[in-house]
């Protein structure tokens, strides 16, 4: 058992952003209750960090057998309800500070014995954002639908474009992240749609059509695709493919997941992007 | 209230029905079929069936697929394999003899909606119980007229063999 705040404290020093007052400080908040955090080690204190880091140490220990007498007369409020530890009950300054969100950072160090402010705040499991981080966070900015696939021979010399639709977020520094993917097909019955830049809008979309060739596995529904609303994304039913419009060839649950993700979109911006290739 | 709510219904099948007068198309395709030495051929089909029917296609597909050898061909004036199947279905078969043999009229007895873009019309022969269901598309935001779908009294597709 040892001192976490002596290694904060230490951590701190190094940086050259602390003195014996803050190495002092860290160790006396942050080991206030908390000394039982596993995997931390008492040869922290004496890590590089020089006198910082020591009084951190020092007073991190002093505080250890103060600290019960100290919370229970302040009721300091992240000593209770901890969740880093099983049955503790106790919470982190982290918490205290930040919320739920920041709980993470407990289990980080708990997980670690310690950890650096660069650790915790690059961790996938830190969402920390009022504080600097490593790099500015990309944001979302929209989403878009892309069909592409490849274009297949079918009997009596037809084609059709065997392939998915996918649905991408796109974020401000360029990337771009798929959240879906769906078996869908055009064709082999008419000219698959063309490639290109199309768009999806608001109101034109629907349920329960009744068409036999909008039925699929329970799902039947409409999406009319702009600028030619005679092409519509739909559930491929009856025979095999389609006229020229996006057949989507899934289960009943996964086709109105898809419906629902373009109209709540929808709804939302309006106009939802989507492109054709192959 | 109810009744008020039954004459929107109609009005509002009505309305939808501009542009395209399904109880015109569906005499309009009985006579066609029923008159004496009728060939069924693709350009009936393409005059009367919903421009995004599948039914030709899919039928030519497992024709061609049963039949390697065959070459079919996009001729207006060659048999469609959609009437050909309809004109071998029993009930429809015995409802085109009644009207010819004994000059009885197609009646058009009920019609009702399914689903938000279709119109179900229950079709008998003067003097007969039995009865075929056209069911129409009716779209109104879309240039869209015809047959989707042609059933039998229990709602079993007379067209659509295979279905997903």
């Known amino acids: 058992m040892g001192c976490v705040a002596g290694s904060t404290g230490a951590w701190l020093a190094d940086q050259g952003v602390a003195g014996p007052g803050i190495g002092m400080a860290t160790g006396w908040l942050l080991n206030s209750g908390n000394a039982y955090i596993r995997g931390a080690r008492g040869g922290d204190v004496i890590q590089a960090g020089g006198e910082g880091a020591l009084w951190g140490g020092v007073s991190g ?56 402010l660069s650790t915790i705040f690059s961790s996938p499991a830190s969402n920390l954002s009022i504080l600097p981080s490593p790099g500015p966070q990309p944001m979302y900015m929209n989403s878009y639908l892309d069909f592409s696939g490849e274009l297949t021979s079918y009997t009596g010399g037809r084609q059709y474009v065997n392939g998915s639709l996918d ?13 879906g993917s769906w078996s869908a097909v055009s064709g082999p019955w008419g000219t698959p749609i063309t490639t290109g830049a199309h768009t999806i809008q608001n109101g034109y979309m629907g349920l329960n059509t009744g068409i036999p ?34 057949g989507i060839r899934e289960s009943g649950v996964r086709s109105l997941d898809l ?20 | 209230m109810f ?53 030709e296609a899919g039928l030519q597909d497992e024709y061609i697929r049963n039949n390697p050898k065959v070459k079919l061909s996009d001729d207006t004036a060659d048999r ?34 399914k689903g938000s873009a279709t119109i179900i019309y229950e079709i008998v022969v003067e003097g007969s119980k039995e009865m075929v269901k056209i069911q129409m598309i009716n779209w109104k935001n879309k240039n869209r007229c015809g047959i989707v779908d042609i059933l039998d009294s229990s709602d079993k597709s007379i067209l659509i063999k295979s279905t997903e």
């Open chain 2, 80 to 113: 469609s394999l959609t009437l050909e199947l309809l004109l071998k279905n029993k009930t429809v078969r015995r409802l085109i003899d009644l009207r010819n043999n004994q000059n009885c009229k197609w009646i058009i007895k009920n019609r009702y909606a």
């Open chain 2, 3 to 55: 009744i008020g709510l039954i004459t929107l219904f109609y009005a509002c099948i009505a309305y939808s029905q501009e542009g395209c007068n399904h109880e015109d198309l569906i005499m309009s395709f009985l006579q066609k079929i029923s008159s004496k030495d009728y060939f069924p051929a693709l350009g009936d089909f393409n005059t009367y069936f919903d421009s995004h029917s599948e039914i």
């Open chain 1, 259 to 278: 419906y629902n993700r373009i109209r709540n979109y929808a709804r939302r911006y309006n106009v939802l992007q989507l492109n054709v290739n192959y």
């Open chain 1, 213 to 246: 060739g909008y039925m699929r596995d329970g799902a039947d529904f409409y999406i009319d695709i702009f600028p030619d609303p005679s092409y519509e994304i739909h559930p491929d039913g009856n025979v095999f493919g389609t006229l020229g419009c996006i």
């Open chain 1, 61 to 116: 220990f002093a505080m250890m057998g103060l600290s019960p007498l100290f919370n229970q007369a302040m009721n300091i409020p992240w000593t209770s309800n901890y969740k880093g530890v099983p049955g503790g009950n106790e919470v982190t300054l982290g918490e205290w500070l930040f919320g739920s969100n920041s709980s993470n950072i407990s289990n980080i160090i708990a997980n670690q014995g310690s950890a650096s």
């Open chain 1, 167 to 179: 649905w991408f977020d796109y974020y401000s520094n360029g990337s771009t992240v798929n959240r």
